[in-house]
């Protein structure tokens, strides 16, 4: 039985199927109202539901929960909690008739300037791949579709619509298209978004290597590929490549064009229905008839708020608690001050698209304070201009307010934008200037950030008794910032991005942003922990890093083998060895030694969080599969994974590995390496034929009789390993034999 949307493919007239691959307008695809075609409203929303209150592109939305940015939202290393998310986005988008939610962004966070970063999950695609196939699959139990983006190598803002990310397949494969092939095969999203530069000089919304050939072949997606706004560079290739719909619309010229094509037969009657099928398809899905619409949630403003707090509270990393500063004790606190103006009026949330307007709003400040015993003094300072710049007037003041207190807490941030990326890791001059000032005179002082990437803390670290990550926290963030100082609550968030000691560590820095139309990705797959890991450098925080105000102990690690290839169950118990009820986040890495092209020490494959009481300890189990194991081969084309041993690594963060162990897999069916005249004899030589062959020129061709030994008694060294095979050959005799009967040779014994 044909579905819906075939049937109304086969009433369409070409000019309606041309208005469909394109938006009606900024917000929403055409309908056609007299086959009772709907159109689909799609709204920006990361972290919370945009829905534009009079159209407008970058105008005023309507109220919505504002949760805390995707660089907090990863830090809370929390699957559940990010579904639970998901789900109350998706009943918000119901509230809101929104139908297309457009997010989650998945872009790797290659250098801590990426004015998108708190946008992003991570610099590790296993941890964004989980987090985003969690909020779509939260998303889309309330029939609420996602738009999974931006597709693909999408990492600066900088001459963001023509740049050109010249990254190599492999790296490609293995970094920046892993989270998106994860959340596909996973949550299977209703939509992609393409993103607005190109991929080794084609456009993404042209790249049909991208778009079609990977996305739907290799991946079997099955919504439909939309453009970003304004993405689009022509309009013809792009639906040819795989972008079935254009935003924002209406059609107009590109209409006229995608016209012309299909009149003069440049664009085949498949290619415009197929586009129009994927765009129908999700309209059909949206309607309910592809199964029944789940029952309405018990949903208010005020539980979104509450859940908002927890994935605040989950989601803030301490970073540093010298002599257990933190938590604070209220009835043993005569004095405190609390310094800086982001403390009275908060960084919630970065700014451009994602921006949204809060159903309600905390304030941290005020949050303190409720805190607080009624006896205690309670001193106020600005500390720096509403613009951040450094007052000297206000900085005097924060110093003197320091001095009167027992403990001080400095609020200090970072705004970022969309279409701007960072020119500095700095803070603000007049927040660095207050955070030096004030940590440099006062033994017990607490600094809070708010921020969506990696910042400089060279000038002050050392000096602050404890700092605490909060991120861009959403609205609730002030209650969840006040329980964790207090301890009401337990710090559970850890580090989803390594934060380097100086900007100049960072793997991208000789490469980013670009010049030129380009942005080389010269570090390849050395992005993040994996380059400081493998070029031993110490970063300020390690990936996976964060404190807490209990302690875990790790124990009794077993490797069970299960009857698929490759296949492994990693158990191992975590015991709260403290004094309070905590969660512990524990990471399970795999190393491959031995592997025959150059991988990362130790990459990250599973985690999992631990809520434990004082003493009580659980066992975690993790699963691992032959992916896990396997990195891509470009010369075999595809995913391969080599016998030998491995290493699996526990770890409380990248740098803290608790539990290891070797353990040796045997795969079979390994994919075969395409080999020619140019291949390197010592890659000839790991294959059966290659041997036998090159052993029978050395019988039958050789010339030299020490050559011909060596050859035969497998002492070849690396001067002839590492000629191609052809140079071989001609050097086995040097009258030219060889070289004339070389293709009969090539043909008979190689297969050439």
């Keep these: ?394 900085l005097s003041e924060a110093v003197r307010a320091a001095l009167q207190a027992e403990v001080v807490l400095l609020f200090a941030g970072s705004a970022e934008l969309e279409g701007n990326d960072r020119e500095s890791m700095d803070l603000p001059a007049g927040h660095s200037a207050l955070l030096q000032a004030v940590a440099s005179i006062h033994k017990s002082c607490v600094v809070v950030l708010n921020n969506g990437s990696a910042v400089n803390m060279c000038g002050w670290i050392s000096d602050a008794s404890a700092v605490l990550e909060a991120w861009l926290p959403g609205q609730a963030g002030g209650s969840a910032l006040a329980r964790l100082l207090f301890g009401e609550a337990n710090p559970s968030g850890k580090l989803a991005e390594t934060f380097p000691v100086k900007l100049s560590d960072n793997p991208s820095y000789l490469n980013f942003p670009g010049d030129n139309g380009k942005t080389v990705y010269g570090e390849g797959l050395f992005i993040g922990y994996r380059y400081y890991d493998r070029k031993e450098i110490e970063p300020l925080f390690p990936f996976g890093y964060g404190l807490s105000y209990t302690s875990f102990d790790y124990t009794d690690l077993e490797v069970v083998r299960k009857p698929e290839e490759g296949s492994l169950a990693v158990s191992f118990k975590v015991t709260n060895t403290g004094s309070r009820c905590g969660k512990e986040i524990v990471q399970l890495y795999v190393s491959d030694p031995d592997c025959e092209l150059v991988r990362p020490d130790r990459e990250l494959k599973g985690f999992a969080k631990v809520e434990l009481s004082p003493g009580e300890t659980q066992t975690v189990t993790m699963q691992l599969e032959k992916r896990d194991f396997s990195y891509y081969h470009p010369a075999a084309g595809g995913w391969t994974a080599d016998s030998g041993d491995f290493v699996l690594s526990i770890g409380a963060s990248s740098r803290d590995i608790r539990l290891s162990m070797r353990v040796h897999i045997e795969f079979t069916g390994k994919t075969e390496i395409t080999l020619d005249a140019n291949s390197l004899l010592k890659q000839w030589l790991k294959t059966e034929r290659g041997l036998q062959a090159v052993r029978y020129l050395a019988e039958h061709v050789a010339e030299d009789e020490n050559l011909k030994e060596t050859i035969l008694a497998g002492k070849l060294r690396g001067f002839f390993l590492e000629m191609p095979l052809w140079r071989f050959i001609k050097l086995l005799s040097m009258d030219g034999t060889a070289e004339r009967w070389s293709d009969r040779m090539m043909e008979e014994l190689f297969g050439l």
């Excluded at 639970?84 to 998706?90: A, E, N, P």
Aim: net charge negative; hydrophobic share 40%.
């Design 1 to 394: 039985m044909n579905s819906l949307a075939e049937k109304w493919l086969g009433q369409l007239t070409l000019d309606e199927k041309i208005s469909l691959v394109a938006g009606k307008d900024l917000w929403s695809t055409s309908a056609v109202d007299r086959l009772g075609i709907p159109s689909l409203n799609m709204n920006d929303g990361p972290h919370g539901v945009r829905k534009e209150q009079d159209g407008t592109l970058l105008g005023l939305s309507k109220p919505a929960t504002c949760f805390p940015t995707s660089s907090g939202l990863a830090s809370s290393w929390d699957i559940e909690l990010m579904e639970q998310i998901g789900v109350t986005l998706g009943q918000e988008c119901k509230q809101l008739d929104v139908q297309i939610l457009l997010g989650p962004g998945i872009n790797m966070k290659r250098s801590p300037l990426c004015g998108r970063n708190f946008e992003y999950y991570s610099e590790d695609p296993c941890l964004a791949g989980e987090m985003a196939a969690a909020f779509i699959i939260g998303v889309q139990s309330r029939n609420i579709g996602t738009s999974l983006k931006h597709f693909a190598c999408y990492n600066t803002e900088f001459e963001r619509m023509t740049i050109s990310s010249e990254v190599d397949e492999r790296t490609m494969r293995e970094i920046y298209l892993a989270a998106f092939e994860r959340a596909v095969k996973k949550a299977e999203p209703w939509s992609i978004m393409s993103s607005y530069n190109k991929i080794n000089g084609t456009y993404a919304s042209e790249n049909r290597l991208l778009l079609t050939d990977i996305l739907r072949g290799e991946w079997n997606f099955s919504g439909f590929v939309m453009s970003d706004w304004l993405a689009v560079n022509d309009r013809v290739k792009a639906l040819q490549a795989g972008l079935d719909l254009e935003m924002p619309g209406p059609a107009l010229s590109n209409g006229h064009k995608l016209k012309e094509a299909w009149q003069s037969g440049e664009l085949a009657v498949e290619t415009l229905d197929r586009a129009v099928l994927n765009v129908l398809s999700v309209v059909e899905k949206s309607l309910g008839s592809a199964g029944s619409a789940p029952d309405e949630l018990d949903w208010s403003f005020e539980q979104a708020h509450r859940l908002a707090r927890t994935a605040a509270e989950e989601s803030m990393v301490l970073l540093k608690n010298d002599n257990r500063l933190l938590p604070l004790e209220p009835s043993s606190l005569p004095s405190i001050a609390i310094i800086g103006r982001n403390a009275k009026y908060p960084l919630i949330q970065g700014g451009g698209s994602s921006n949204i307007n809060p159903s309600f709003l905390e304030i941290p400040f005020d949050e303190i304070v409720k805190m607080l015993d009624s006896g205690t003094q309670i001193i106020y300072a600005d500390g720096y201009d509403e613009d951040g710049a450094v007052n000297q007037g206000l």
